[in-house]
């Protein structure tokens, strides 16, 4: 079965902490993806990658960067957290043109 | 730029009736749309996707239309049960780069028995 799992539910951090949010799947996708999801507003795109070491800003980039290293691996992180970044953070994989799997999501509180 | 509408964000109806969802998009030429089911606290899960030489697209009691004239998707649940009521998003390839999607901000169905 397909799976893409986000290594954490819940998140509580400081103001000014650096986050990790890890996201890993299993099922060999060359895509993967970071939303946010607010009340309102909607799944906004924040970065995706296509391969290995690429990554490509999506609509929302500013106050985060990710990291690549492995296929299976997709890392997101807060450089300084603010309070305007408390969210649910949600990873996904695809093969291109097909389906999006996401993962259980993260609830982040900054506090 | 790109813009993704579903008109209703909310949708109330009655056990066993029909639901129908609308998603419009503009300025754009998407070569397949998608639609997800998105329970509270979870993350969205696919359910159908079709494409722009695909009219229309059938699974179990889900239809999906798609009228690039219009640029338009209907999304369809026959026979609807209390169990079907979730946030149902659209989504539709970003522009540039074209592999990531972007999705609408849903239109949460209630069914009542």
């Known amino acids: 079965d397909v799976k893409v799992t986000q290594s954490s539910r819940y998140l509580v951090k400081r103001t000014g902490e650096k986050v990790f949010l890890e996201c890993v ?3 060999d996708h060359e895509n993967m993806f970071w939303y946010r ?5 909607g799944l906004r795109l924040i970065y995706f990658s296509y391969d290995v070491k690429m990554k490509e800003k999506g609509d ?10 492995k296929k299976e691996r997709f890392s997101l992180i807060l450089e300084s957290a603010s309070t305007n970044q ?22 982040l509180t900054v506090v | 730029s790109q813009k993704i509408e579903q008109n209703s964000e909310a949708l109330n109806i009655q056990e066993g009736k029909t639901a129908t969802l609308t998603c ?12 997800y089911r998105q329970d509270p606290g979870r993350g969205p899960v696919f359910l159908l996707l079709i494409r722009e030489n695909e009219k229309e697209k059938r699974k179990e009691r889900l239809k999906v239309t798609f009228d690039t004239t219009l640029k338009q998707s209907l ?9 079907d009521s979730a946030t149902y998003l659209c989504a539709l390839e970003r522009g ?7 999705f609408g901000k ?3 169905l209630s069914v009542s028995s």
């Open chain 1, 25 to 27: 799947q299993d099922m």
């Open chain 1, 37 to 41: 999801q607010d009340p309102g507003l």
């Open chain 1, 60 to 69: 929302i980039p500013e106050g985060y960067s990710v990291s690549r290293e």
């Open chain 1, 86 to 107: 408390t969210s649910m953070y949600l990873c996904a994989s695809s093969l291109s043109q097909f389906e999006a799997f996401f993962g259980q999501g993260t609830r």
């Open chain 2, 24 to 35: 419009n998009y503009t300025n754009y030429s998407p070569a397949y749309l998608q639609w």
């Open chain 2, 75 to 83: 999304f369809h649940i026959t026979a609807s049960q209390p169990a």
């Open chain 2, 96 to 102: 540039q780069a074209g592999t990531a999607l972007i």
């Open chain 2, 106 to 108: 849903g239109t949460t």
